[in-house]
């Protein structure tokens, strides 16, 4: 079993940054790719960004390319999402996800970390 718990959310105005963090534990080591989700009220899940296990290889939604960064620390089994020049339409619950090296969906969710971004 892996657990993942998020943290880092907060209330800040548009252009500032943030730092999410996930920390996982149990069953898990550097081969599993890790995500960043989000969901705003009354949307669908959004895909924010992903880190390959194997290769470290990043990809990041549309919406955020170029102003969110995805890292690892895998000393501490620890994921990171930098966020820079936040905007209103970022305010959402934002999750981590992991899933093992081959493995098609994401298994292992954690339970999110609420980020609002406003004037």
């Known amino acids: 079993q892996v657990q993942l718990v998020e943290s880092g959310g907060g209330l800040v105005q548009p252009g500032d940054s943030l730092r999410l963090s996930c920390a996982a534990s149990?069953?898990?080591?550097?081969?599993?790719?890790m995500a960043w989700f989000r969901r705003a009220p009354g949307q669908d899940r959004e895909f924010v960004a992903r880190?390959?296990?194997?290769?470290?290889?990043?990809y990041y939604g549309e919406s955020v390319k170029g102003r969110f960064t995805i890292s690892r620390d895998n000393a501490k089994n620890t994921v990171f999402l930098q966020m820079d020049s936040l905007k209103p339409e970022d305010t959402a619950v934002y999750y981590c996800?992991?899933?093992?090296?081959?493995?098609?969906?994401?298994?292992?969710w954690g339970l999110g970390t609420q980020v609002t971004v406003s004037s």
């Open positions: 996800a992991a899933k093992e090296s081959g493995a098609k969906l994401w298994q292992y």
């Open positions: 149990g069953s898990i080591d550097s081969s599993y790719s």
């Open positions: 880190t390959i296990g194997s290769t470290r290889a990043s």
